[in-house]
């Protein structure tokens, strides 16, 4: 595998159900980031972890839940969802090198369908 | 505050032609780093280039190429005998530094088509 993995791609749930999703980098970055794309809208940034540690979460619904055990996965606990919540969550990863810009190399998304 | 401002909702041009996407960025900081992606409809976000701010050389990489011109905040990118394959969303994004972290803000993407 290379890049940025996410799994699943697709994916249907219920306002009742629980599912997390999970993505995976092989790069070896130290940073990972979520991101919210929904239709007609800009990019939205979720949470970021850098060397494990969440740095900014921009007041996102306690019902979007992060988790970071390590530096290359990351998941994103869901519970209670809203269908104004489907949307296509994209995973990024950098090098977070203090004052310096890195590229941040994306995932393929997770297709977020909430009835 | 950071902004970016792609204008351009929606883009048609026929195969062969050139076209420009245009960038305009709203920083107050003197380091930053505008970036371009181009997202399919497969979903991923593809990176295209990285530029920082005491760099304003242009850039050309096989058909596209980038104008970068800090008096007018425009970070400007043409595809030059566009292609089928050239058709998706392309994003510009600008980064900037929330606490410990660099971030990105992204335009709101320009829809290109390229017909046969």
């Known amino acids: 595998e290379t890049g940025v993995t996410q799994t699943p791609r697709h994916l249907v749930m219920g306002m009742t159900n629980k599912k997390s999703l999970k993505c995976e980098q092989h790069?070896?970055?130290?940073?990972m980031y979520w991101y919210k794309q929904s239709a007609k809208k800009p990019l939205e940034l979720m949470f970021v972890?850098?060397?494990?540690?969440?740095?900014e979460n921009n007041s996102v619904p306690s019902r979007f839940s992060p988790e970071c055990p390590n530096s290359s996965h990351l998941f994103l606990h869901l519970h209670t969802l809203q269908p104004e919540d489907s949307a296509l969550y994209l995973c990024?990863?950098?090098?977070?090198?203090?004052?310096?810009?890195?590229?941040?190399?994306f995932g393929p998304g997770t297709r977020l369908t909430v009835l | 505050a950071q902004k970016v401002t792609q204008a351009q909702t929606e883009i048609s041009v026929v195969e062969k032609e050139d076209v420009t996407l245009d960038c305009v960025y709203e920083?107050?900081?003197?380091?930053?780093?505008l970036f371009w992606y181009k997202q399919p409809p497969s979903g991923e976000l593809v990176f295209l280039i990285r530029?920082?701010?005491?760099?304003?050389q242009n850039e050309i990489s096989g058909r596209y190429s980038w104008n970068f011109q800090k008096s007018t905040s425009s970070f400007n990118f043409t595809i030059t005998a566009s292609q089928v394959v050239d058709s998706a969303v392309y994003f510009c994004?600008?980064?900037?530094?929330?606490?410990?972290?660099?971030?990105?803000?992204f335009g709101s993407g320009t829809q290109l088509t390229v017909l046969p």
């Open positions: 990024a990863s950098s090098q977070d090198k203090r004052g310096v810009t890195d590229t941040q190399y």
């Open positions: 790069l070896g970055h130290n940073a």
């Open positions: 972890y850098s060397l494990e540690e969440r740095v």
């Open positions: 920083t107050r900081d003197t380091t930053y780093y």
């Open positions: 530029r920082n701010s005491f760099d304003e």
């Open positions: 994004a600008l980064s900037y530094l929330s606490g410990s972290a660099r971030q990105l803000t």
